[in-house]
């Protein structure tokens, strides 16, 4: 898991749902999806496309990919 050296103040971060990375959610490497009114961030575009295919798998925490 890569820990960012620094955090810069007023940024906030959230959990990518499938692989449970810190992304930062002014600037998602692997952009954003809205599923059930909640908006989802990603670290790459690969956790993007792996969460719109089974949403319920890795909220429920069935499924999870390790980085
Ligand atoms: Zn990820």
Redesign the pocket.
């Known amino acids: 898991m890569k820990i960012p050296l620094f955090r810069k103040n007023r940024i906030d971060w959230e959990k990518?749902p499938?692989?449970h990375?810190d992304v930062d959610m002014g600037n998602p490497n692997?952009g954003t999806w809205v599923y059930q009114e909640t908006t989802y961030y990603?670290?790459?575009p690969g956790?993007n496309k792996a969460f719109q295919k089974e949403p319920q798998a890795y909220l429920s925490g069935d499924k999870k990919i390790e980085?």
């Open positions: 990518d499938v692989c990375m692997g990603f670290c790459g956790c980085m």
